[in-house]
């Protein structure tokens, strides 16, 4: 995945929980967790502003993208 997540450590730097954070941005813990662990393909927009909000954060503070290596072989470069 090219789009890294982030909250967990913002989270650590804002010294906040993951129950606590779920409260106040009004979502389950589990799907608070999914997006702490990297393990959503995608994110409300009202969810980040939320999460934003809260932590007093930007989001690319949360979210990272990385180049993925270009695959070598018989694939072509396609642009």
């Known amino acids: 995945m090219a789009i890294i997540l982030r ?3 913002v989270m650590a730097d804002r010294k ?3 129950n606590d ?3 106040k ?6 799907n608070l967790s999914k997006i702490k662990t990297g393990k959503v ?6 969810t980040l502003e939320a999460i ?3 932590l007093d954060c930007q ?3 949360i979210l990272e993208f990385r180049r993925e290596e270009k695959k070598h072989g018989n694939e072509e470069d396609i642009r």
Not at 41 to 46: E, G, L, P, T
């Open 41 to 46: 393909s995608a994110i409300r927009f009202s």
């Open 25 to 30: 941005v009004g979502i389950a813990n589990v």
């Open 21 to 23: 954070l779920a409260e």
């Open 59 to 61: 989001p690319g503070d």
């Open 16 to 18: 906040i929980s993951l």
């Open 7 to 9: 909250l967990d450590r």
């Open 52 to 54: 934003c909000d809260i």
